[in-house]
């Protein structure tokens, strides 16, 4: 009895020593997933917009758009979206705050398609006088277009803000993006286990024999 359970012992300790850990990846197969939500790195373009760029951080220093169809575009770095990846939503978020009901509507910058604008808009509703943060689309809201990885490339997306309605100022302290996608096709790792060193042949990649463990 003592030698078998030495000799169990040992095959514990052996597979234990021999068998190298080996991370499993997740499967994100058919899964949705989301970015990080990104600022702007860059202004494209700006008309009769006060300070643009004071929208590209959340730092109480705004930009101002203060007449009808005051625009600015801004750019974005590369959104870290895997290849091969279906796009299935983009969320844009708007921190502000408006006087007299003037509010800013948001396109998107669509390259695949003719590098224009999205034609379906989506526009703020600030509730006050104070910074707040409106969310427009969503994580299914493709924004009436059909998306490639690519339209999110470092200097490709683009968000053009507009002011609308109102006679007052419409204030401007960040715009953020992220966008959603599902990743698409097998991701299931190949695991390969070769027999414990401790065997005659440890370069061997046969079956375990443990008849032979003493």
Not at 70 to 91: C, K, R, S, V
Not at 150 to 177: H, K, M, N, P, Y
Not at 178 to 184: A, D, G, H, L, S
Request: glycine share 8%; hydrophobic share 35%.
């Amino acid at each position: 009895m003592k030698r078998i359970v030495i000799s169990l012992f040992s095959i514990v300790v052996l597979l234990t020593m021999a068998l190298p850990v080996m991370p499993v990846a997740a499967d994100d197969s058919g899964t949705t997933n989301c970015t990080e939500f990104s600022a702007p790195n860059q202004t494209v373009a700006s008309s009769s917009v006060g300070d643009p760029d004071n929208g590209w951080a959340s730092d109480d220093h705004r930009a101002t758009f203060n007449n009808p169809n005051d625009t600015a575009e801004y750019g974005f770095p590369d959104l870290g979206i895997p290849p091969g990846a279906t796009i299935d939503g983009i969320e844009v978020t708007i921190e502000g705050y408006h006087t007299n009901n003037k509010n800013l509507t948001v396109a998107l910058w669509n390259a695949s398609n003719g590098n224009a604008y999205t034609s379906n808009t989506q526009t703020t509703a600030f509730p006050s006088a104070s910074d707040t943060t409106q969310t427009l689309g969503g994580t299914t809201s493709k924004w009436g277009k059909t998306w490639t990885v690519a339209d999110f490339a470092d200097a490709t997306f683009r968000i053009r803000v507009e002011s609308t309605g109102g006679s007052g100022d419409a204030l401007l302290d960040q715009v953020q993006v992220k966008v959603c996608y599902t990743i698409t096709g097998p991701t299931n790792p190949t695991v390969t286990i070769n027999q414990a060193s401790g065997q005659a042949d440890s370069t061997s990649t046969s079956p375990i024999d443990f008849d032979n463990f003493q």
